[in-house]
């Protein structure tokens, strides 16, 4: 690679700009702080606008600008600006793309004739998506005029196949700006593995535009088939998402762009300490409340929490590896299971008259995998199990009704975190959870597991990394089992203090002033792919 060039301006679009869904939230958050001093402050976030009349916390707006006014009087487009209230405050642009709907066949029609995206078989979020990235388009390219930006080197990173028709119209409309484009996880990819295919012993079998179509989802895959081949510079967050993006998207990345992690979000020393403390005692709370028996104080806490994917996220294996515990082993886990559901608020856990189980009131218990698994597991809460489970499904966001602590500060207080992946292409939730200092326990099919330890290791070293494939399932089951029993031992030995340690070394070597080179390099094969 030739002599490094850094962008006049970048701007980022994703879905979860200053709307938290998931781990893209995640990164996009924690990586701003080194984006806007990298770029001093040369950067706009552009995210999608809901209701401009609700409350988003974490959006300050400002007055309405000049920018503004020439962007819905050129372009009949609105949109508000301001600040994204995570560290590094960096500017952050909402817009309403509901006035293009009226547009979409005349917008899928030209996309079709131009890049061969096919919106045929669209249905669900599709338009929505569509009409945010044109929308994210035409933003850019008023701003470029707005601001003469059309002799600087500026770049348009586009974050997942919900953004891709930005990128298409930036191709078609402003091709003097240098576009990125990042899979965090393939279409086709999520859709074997959530549909309970067996991803990895078929892999090298599966053709992307075929299984598309057999998974319904054809019209996605075809938008981040046509935004990796087009854009400038194609990235992914790990090898193993890299390795679907050759097989599915027959594209390799540029550039693979691991996911940091930004520790201004951890406190320090002492006051980490206070934390921690002030959280066991507060899940002790709550479950000696909801079961209305006394929690053993020497029990293991652990927890695992994310997206309700029951198989993706390793679900399944935590709780087996729970019954395995409770039926061969007399030491006392109080283990939290905390993944949002359907629920219609929480429960008054003084006068709980429902399931000694959950925190809020399920919409449709009889119907839910995890409530389902418990029971059939035996893990039910009684009095003679060691292993107690709360299932909280609610948001952790700090107004939960029950806990109101928010998910960072609570992550403190656990002794071990478990996600036994099954599709993940990075893993944000192991990645917080060594930032804390808390040990983890992840898989070699997992971004950041494979990043710690390609062959797997144990806990004590900080992050316990598990061999899984498509057949080992009583196998992984038996090693969380063995990570959570060993987390006892090395309390009740005083070598604790020793694997907290070595978790903390995994999260000073995934900080973002270390990972964030890998996007300068990024940027610049998108600038000299475009000067070509």
């Not at 309970?196 to 599966?206: C, D, H, I, P, V």
């Not at 967050?237 to 993006?245: A, D, F, H």
């Not at 590896?321 to 608020?345: D, R």
């Not at 499904?393 to 036994?420: E, H, K, N, R, S």
Request: charged letters at 20%.
């Amino acid at each position: 690679m030739g002599k490094m060039i850094k962008p006049d301006f970048v701007f980022e679009i994703s879905w979860e700009v200053c709307n938290k869904i998931g781990g893209i939230y995640a990164v996009l958050s924690t990586k701003a702080k080194s984006m806007v001093k990298y770029l001093n402050n040369n950067v706009l976030f552009i995210g999608p606008e809901f209701n401009k009349d609700a409350d988003n916390k974490l959006f300050i707006a400002e007055e309405e600008t000049d920018f503004l006014k020439y962007l819905q009087s050129t372009y009949s487009i609105s949109a508000r600006i301001g600040k994204w209230d995570i560290p590094g405050s960096p500017k952050a642009l909402l817009v309403d793309f509901s006035t293009l709907y009226s547009k979409k066949n005349d917008i899928y029609s030209e996309m079709w004739q131009e890049f061969g995206v096919d919106s045929l078989h669209a249905y669900g979020d599709y338009d929505e998506a569509g009409m945010f990235g044109v929308a994210s388009g035409i933003v850019i390219k008023a701003y470029c005029e707005f601001y003469k930006l059309s002799s600087k080197k500026v770049v348009a990173h586009f974050n997942e196949w919900m953004t891709g028709f930005g990128l298409f119209y930036i191709k078609k409309y402003c091709d003097n700006i240098a576009t990125m484009f990042t899979t965090h996880a393939t279409t086709v990819g999520r859709s074997i593995a959530g549909n309970g295919k067996e991803l990895y012993t078929y892999f090298e079998g599966y053709h992307g535009f075929q299984m598309a179509e057999e998974l319904n989802v054809a019209s996605k895959h075809s938008v981040e088939y046509h935004a990796a081949h087009l854009a400038d510079c194609f990235t992914t967050v790990s090898n193993i998402t890299n390795n679907e993006c050759i097989q599915l998207l027959e594209k390799p990345a540029d550039v693979v762009t691991p996911n940091g992690f930004e520790l201004d979000f951890v406190p320090r020393g002492a006051a980490l300490k206070n934390v921690s403390n002030a959280s066991r005692k507060k899940l002790i709370e709550v479950a000696q409340q909801l079961l209305n028996e006394k929690i053993d104080p020497n029990s293991v806490i652990t927890a695992i929490s994310g997206r309700y994917e029951y198989k993706n996220k390793g679900i399944d294996i935590y709780i087996d590896a729970l019954s395995k515990i409770n039926a061969t082993n007399n030491i006392p886990v109080l283990a939290f299971i905390l993944v949002p559901a359907w629920h219609s608020g929480a429960k008054n856990l003084s006068n709980n008259c429902g399931d000694r189980i959950t925190t809020h009131n399920l919409m449709r218990p009889y119907n839910d995998l995890i409530i389902n698994e418990l029971k059939n597991k035996g893990l039910v809460n009684s009095k003679e199990n060691k292993v107690k489970v709360v299932f909280v499904p609610a948001y952790l966001c700090g107004d939960d009704g029950v806990f109101d602590i928010p998910y960072y500060q609570l992550l403190a207080g656990f002794d071990i975190t478990i996600f036994p992946s099954y599709y993940e292409p990075w893993g944000y939730t192991p990645m917080e959870s060594v930032a804390f200092g808390i040990p983890t326990v992840t898989t070699s099919l997992s971004g950041f597991g494979n990043w710690v330890a390609p062959d797997g290791q144990d806990v004590n070293k900080g992050v316990a990394v598990i061999s899984r494939n498509d057949k080992n399932f009583d196998f992984v089951s038996a090693k969380v089992a063995e990570q959570i029993i060993a987390i006892k031992s090395y309390k009740e030995n005083g070598e604790i203090n020793a694997v907290k340690n070595a978790a903390k070394e995994y999260a000073q070597k995934a900080r973002w002033t270390n990972f964030f080179e890998l996007y300068k390099e990024a940027y610049s094969v998108a600038l000299q792919n475009k000067l070509k």
